[in-house]
């Protein structure tokens, strides 16, 4: 379904009051060459040319009126806060565990579950109760002693 155009284009009517009152600028130009391409402006966009459009003497207040009526309609766009980095405290780490998987690897430098265990540890993970649980059976298995 195709968009109807209306017969009277509020948008197009001030963009051309600015150009005849602002010839020069290249702001309202640019406005002008973007609406003639895509057919409509953002509500920024909309937003400056009403304030360029306010400041005309003898332009219809009721061009003024619907311009305004159209940036309320129009959604407006927030961009989402990026919470701060240092918001979130580290936890910290557990030295039982760091021992068992230093103690464990100085036996057995590649048990693949303890590097990755270490390397879950050195990227200030915190260890489930079932990762402590392996560790210290690994651990019970290599005769290593455990707390």
Known sequence: MEKKKPSFDVVNEVLEDCILAYPVSSFIISLYKQYLQRGSLSKKQLQGLYGKASKIEGLSPGKLA???????????????????????PEPEKDEVAGQLICAILEKVPEHKRVVFLQTKYDSNEVLTSTEMADLKRIAKALGLQVN
């Open 66 to 88: 619907t311009l305004e009526a159209l940036i309320h309609k129009m959604p407006t766009r927030l961009k989402s806060v990026v919470p701060p980095r240092d918001s979130k």
